[in-house]
């Protein structure tokens, strides 16, 4: 056994060192803004418990068990540990005092633990090489934590080997009890001693060493994941927060401390798992954006330049398109779909996208610099309110030939017809049945017609939020004035924009989305379907504006269910796993010139299923399938959305 | 060294109608915007600016309401905005726009030294292209007109080299400064506003002269000093065109045929 007072000296500069370094790294959340994550501690706490302790996330996927495992055998063989230094610190202080009824249990957990933990490590490490979780998983940095913690179960295996096998120690530890019998049988306590010694300082240089290592590897996370989740926010669609437009301002994110001190302890968390990169589509069509790179490289500018910033000085190296490790390049920026996919995934609740928005914001808001195709986007927008750049004017064309009344006070709903709807030539036909589905179902309706605006979400995500701010505030003004209390959208994109982001804007009216809305409609029986429709084989593709963003996926389902008489089928990806058609955060207006295209991708899955129709529930969903299944030259596959097939199964008058 | 960038208020003609009994534009409800060949002399002027530190002095004549086109132009750059609106100038045709233009930019040469004037080649809504060389006539200056590239300005020399675009061809002129050019829409890509900018040209105040100040004849502005008289607007009829090939049955015959055509009219060179 270690002398103890050579061991408290050792101890006491290994946690002293471990602290130094633990303050110093989380001292710079300190760069940050402030940001309110303290509200709700109930939810947070619930939360902490079913995603930190009950790791709900980790094990969605298969080898998330193994993870589980080593968590929980970590937490027991803290006390083990915790009986390791303090026996160190003074011999009598031992489980051991206990009477055996309760340090027999006691020694066979902590043994069959580790044993535990040592198998979850080879089989962790057997599968970085057989099947890494994403290419390039091969890091030293893995391999030495894997390591350490196989080191330490050796040295503890051996050192309660060599205690049982001399008689220094009597308990009930299997584990232990075969390494004793195998290298250690019949030692005497005299040869037994020096090796229990050495074996003993393995085991607590290789555990005060992990502790230090810590801090400086990717397993940080051991320490900041259960905050980060604990800070998580609760607000699905991630709204982003408002500016406000004085001079002296900073726009979006053009260093880290323009990112709040959670972005920051997001960047602290991860653990390079990877699973955000293998859901994001602009990485999965060979984009350069990877959401893991984003978040490592926030970490890396934040060591570089924290310490300094800290003492007010500018940052040396840029975070955007500065190239190189730490800084993010504009092309990663703008390929962002804004999917939602990478914080869906996310185990320990890093929000990838916002911050990828924030810096859109600044290269669009302070330095007028984002692809040139968007300069006719935001002054169509701007001049025109509406993304096509077409004459306010033409807003009622689509329902010339139908007698559709202009919202006023005694109209229940507001049909908020939208751009795609009002402007484009294939979504017209949606809000074409749409008017049908409302007035068969003796809905009480109106429209703004000439006078309704763009809601402004491309303008959002793409970060020109003076733009956005300027539209939000002209519709909610409009909308007090008429009275709008509850509105009816058929694109997603409005829906989430007019549900979520309004809300900043004092908008408190009811918004609905046409699948909330037809769903209940023929859930309740107001709306009478005549007959079937034969759309043949249907599958369904969820709209992350629907889905992920607002936790609508069965509505669609059941109004497709209910008209066709048959269930749509599900693509490999569906639901809150399903894959991006390519055209949401602004990329519907923007050239996709980097690597292969979005749409072909989710298209190519749709027909995995051979079906005969593709559902959608989004004009920009319809716009993308419609494209993609030209260039994959299978437009005998028909697009429809939910309410044309719903108005197809309406009775004819 | 001034550089004047001229820029008329104009409706969206996208979305404007011609009255049939007035022969004039409806305007009502239809948005204001800044004439988009404007936009690009402007940007022309701002790229002066950033390559050899001009100064750029934007004037318009309009209505008191072409504050907000001003305004838009400071957000991108501008360094002055001058809006000439006076009663007397109203009801101005070309001729008597580009006198008071004219005087506004002599004034402004008389303090500072007048490098260059920069017009949009025509407005969307008169589509007429004279007041450019109106202006420059009056001002006395070289009109260096359809300009799609300036190739060299040298400011100690005196000197400008643009390149003109003119149907079928290119004319590489060179000319004495002070010159005045008028812009296509080839010669550059707007830029977009800054927020800071707009933030900023939101409390630059708007210079407003009025004929008060410029002290020009009333007879030779506005509706009386204007000699030309609108009679009739109306869309030009077209001549339907014809219909070549076959598409659904021959298709690669069919696009052969459109090749050929194309290139016979030169609009397509193999």
Redesign the interface.
């Known amino acids: 056994m270690p002398n103890p007072m050579v061991f408290a000296l050792v101890l006491v500069a290994a946690v002293v060192l471990f602290i130094w370094s633990a303050v110093r790294r989380f001292s710079l959340l300190r760069v940050g803004r402030p940001e309110d994550r303290f509200n709700d501690i109930p939810a947070r706490i619930r939360d902490t418990l079913v995603y930190a302790f009950g790791q709900k996330r980790v094990v969605r996927k298969a080898f998330g068990f193994n993870h589980l495992l080593l968590f929980w055998s970590f937490l027991i063989l803290l006390i083990a540990n915790g009986e390791f230094i303090l026996k160190g610190l003074n011999p009598a202080i031992s489980f051991m005092s206990l009477p055996a009824v309760v340090h027999n249990p006691i020694y066979l957990i902590f043994d069959l633990v580790s044993l535990i933990v040592l198998l979850c490590v080879i089989i962790a490490a057997i599968r970085r090489i057989v099947k890494p979780p994403f290419p390039g998983a091969l890091t030293a940095d893995a391999y030495v934590i894997l390591g350490m913690v196989a080191a330490l179960m050796i040295a503890y295996f051996n050192l309660h080997g060599l205690e049982l096998a001399s008689g220094e120690m009597i308990a009930l530890m299997p584990i232990s009890s075969a390494v004793g019998g195998l290298f250690y049988s019949g030692i005497t306590p005299v040869a037994a001693h020096p090796l229990i010694t050495i074996w003993w300082w393995v085991h607590a240089i290789v555990l005060l060493g992990f502790l230090n290592y810590l801090p400086y590897s990717k397993h940080m996370h051991i320490l900041s994941s259960i905050p980060n989740i604990y800070f998580k926010r609760f607000d699905h669609a991630n709204t982003l927060p408002r500016e406000t437009f004085v001079s002296d301002a900073r726009f979006g994110v053009e260093s880290v401390a323009d990112l709040t001190w959670k972005d920051l302890l997001d960047s602290f968390s991860c653990t390079e798992c990877g699973r955000c990169q293998m859901v994001c589509p602009a990485n999965l069509t060979d984009k350069p954006l990877n959401p893991r790179q984003v978040i490592h490289d926030i970490k890396i500018n934040l060591l570089e330049n924290g310490p300094a910033m800290r003492k007010g000085a500018e940052p040396k190296l840029a975070l955007i398109g500065g190239g190189g490790e730490g800084s993010i390049t504009e092309d990663q920026v703008w390929s962002c779909t804004s999917c939602g996919a990478c914080m869906e995934v996310c185990p320990v609740f890093i929000e990838q996208m916002p911050k990828i928005l924030q810096i859109r914001r600044n290269l669009v808001e302070a330095k007028a610099d984002f692809p040139e195709e968007l300069l006719n986007l935001f002054e169509n927008m701007e001049q025109r309110s509406n993304p096509w750049g077409i004459a306010p004017s033409d807003r009622t064309k689509w329902c010339s030939l139908l007698d559709v009344k202009p919202f006023d006070e005694d109209c229940e709903y507001l049909f908020y017809v939208g751009c795609a709807g009002a402007f484009d030539s294939r979504n017209k036909q949606i809000a074409l049945a749409m008017a049908m589905i409302l007035d068969a179902a003796g809905i009480s309706w109106g429209i703004l017609g000439k006078e309704e605006m763009c809601c402004g979400d491309s303008a959002r995500r793409l970060g020109n939020e003076y733009l956005f701010d300027q539209m939000a505030q002209a519709n909610v003004e409009l909308w007090e004035q008429k009275g709008v209390k509850k509105i009816i959208t058929m694109c997603p994109h409005c829906f989430s924009t007019l549900k979520n982001d309004y809300r900043q804007y004092g908008f408190n009216g009811e918004v609905i989305s046409h699948s909330e809305f037809i769903a209940e409609l023929l859930t309740a029986g107001t709306l009478k379907l005549a007959e079937k429709v034969d759309l043949g084989k249907i599958t369904f593709h969820d709209s992350c504006y629907l889905g992920r963003h607002n936790d609508i996926y069965e509505q669609p389902r059941s109004v497709i269910s209910a008209a066709t008489g048959r269930d749509p089928v599900e693509m490999k990806r569906n639901h809150s796993d399903s894959f991006c058609c390519g055209a949401g955060g602004g990329r519907m207006w923007m050239e996709e010139q980097l690597g292969t295209r979005i749409n072909l991708e989710r298209v190519r899955e749709a027909l995995d299923e051979d079906p005969d129709t593709v559902c959608v529930a989004c004009p920009y969903c319809m716009t993308m399938f419609e494209d993609g299944l030209k260039d994959e030259h299978r437009e005998m596959v028909n697009v429809r959305d939910i309410a044309e097939v719903v108005a197809m199964a309406l009775p004819r008058q | 060294m001034l550089v004047v960038a001229c820029v008329k208020q104009v409706p969206?003609t996208?979305?404007v109608s011609i009255d049939p009994v007035t022969n004039t534009l409806v305007r009502e409800g239809i948005?204001n915007?800044m004439n988009p060949f404007d936009t690009h002399a402007l940007e022309e002027a701002l790229r002066l600016k950033d390559a050899y530190g001009v100064r750029v002095v934007v004037v318009s004549m309009g209505p008191p309401n072409a504050e907000v086109t001003l305004r838009k132009a400071l957000s991108l750059g501008a360094d002055e905005a001058i809006l000439l609106s006076d009663r007397a100038f109203g009801g101005a045709d070309t001729l008597a726009t580009s006198r008071v233009l004219a005087e506004a930019i002599k004034k402004l040469a008389e303090e500072d030294e007048l490098a260059l004037v920069i017009c949009g080649k025509q407005t969307i809504d008169g589509d007429t292209a004279q007041v450019g060389p109106g202006i420059a006539v009056n001002v006395d200056l070289v009109p260096l007109t359809l300009v799609d590239k300036i190739i060299d300005l040298d400011l100690d020399n005196k000197s400008i080299t643009v390149s003109r675009k003119l149907e079928r061809r290119h004319e590489i002129v060179q000319a004495q400064l002070p010159a005045l050019i008028t812009v296509v829409r080839e010669i550059n890509?707007?830029?977009?506003?800054?927020?800071?900018m707009?933030?900023?040209a939101q409390?630059t105040p708007v210079e407003i002269w009025n004929n008060e100040s410029m002290g020009l004849d009333v007879n030779q502005i506005g509706l009386k000093g204007s000699p030309t008289a609108v009679r009739k607007i109306f869309s030009p009829e077209r001549e339907p065109g014809e219909i070549i090939g076959d598409g659904t049955n021959d298709p690669v015959g069919t696009a052969q045929l459109l090749v050929d055509k194309l290139v016979s009219k030169e609009l397509l060179h193999l």
Request: no cysteine; proline share 24%.
């Open positions: 969206d996208t979305q948005p915007i890509r707007p830029r977009y506003p800054t927020v800071p707009r933030l900023k409390e």
